[in-house]
T-cell receptor, first 111, second 113 residues
Framework: GEDVEQSLFLSVREGDSSVINCTYT??????LYWYKQEPGAGLQLLTY?????DMKQDQRLTVLLNKKDKHLSLRIADTQTGDSAIYFC???????????FGSGTRLLVRP | NAGVTQTPKFQVLKTGQSMTLQCAQD?????MYWYRQDPGMGLRLIYY???????DKGEVPNGYNVSRLNKREFSLRLESAAPSQTSVYFC????????????FGQGTRLTVV
């Protein structure tokens, strides 16, 4: 079955860029997502990318997809203290309804 | 629109007790999910329901049962709670026909003592 992996922790200085990485195993994954979770809250969708795309940009967020390596990344430009949260990568196959999440990357933004 | 509503928000159970976590969505979504979140382990899929009338096991189904009561409601039952089931439980819904984004409830924090 699908397995999604992320590094557990990232610390950056305010104003720098953050890059959070994710790998997945199922090559049929068609929909790939980034969710954000703030303390004590549920998950909110940040952005997503379809497998027929290589890149998607949305204001400060850039998603890069390397299908060959099954690697997804989320870049946050000009990271702010309000970006401190846990970021989850998730994958969904085209013919599947099984939405699988990674372990989450805790982003800490230092002033 | 309320989105995805979970009840209760907090619960403490004794080992061996049973309980049902309720989830309802008002977005007319076909698919619903139950996840548990444990520190360092992310969200793990317990059960999901692709559409009304169907349910399937996820990554960690042991110790749980689910019921897709109707299109709106998807409940998760712990028949005999164990301390290992102490976790935060999230319900989510989505629909591939419209968009594929999953919407999440606010979570249920369950402690089994």
């Amino acid at each position: 079955g699908e397995d999604v992996e992320q590094s557990l922790f990232l610390s950056v200085r305010e104003g720098d860029s953050s890059v959070i990485n994710c790998t997945y195993t199922d090559s049929s994954s068609t929909y790939l997502y980034w969710y954000k979770q703030e303390p004590g809250a549920g998950l909110q969708l940040l952005t997503y990318i379809f497998s027929n795309m290589d890149m998607k940009q949305d204001q400060r967020l850039t998603v890069l997809l390397n299908k060959k390596d099954k690697h997804l990344s989320l870049r946050i430009a000009d990271t702010q203290t309000g970006d401190s949260a846990i970021y989850f990568c998730a994958a969904l196959g085209d013919s599947s309804y099984k939405l699988i999440f990674g372990s989450g990357t805790r982003l800490l933004v230092r002033p | 629109n309320a989105g995805v509503t979970q009840t209760p928000k907090f619960q403490v159970l004794k080992t061996g007790q049973s309980m049902t976590l309720q989830c309802a969505q008002d977005m007319n979504h076909n698919s619903m999910y139950w996840y548990r979140q444990d520190p360092g382990m992310g969200l793990r899929l317990i059960y999901y329901s692709a559409s009304e009338g169907t349910t399937d096991k996820g990554e960690v189904p042991n110790g749980y049962n689910v019921s897709r009561l109707n299109k709106r409601e998807f409940s998760l039952r712990l028949e005999s709670a164990a301390p290992s089931q102490t976790s935060v439980y999230f319900c989510a819904s989505s629909d591939k026909r419209t968009n594929t984004e999953a919407f999440f409830g606010q979570g249920t924090r369950l402690t089994v003592v």
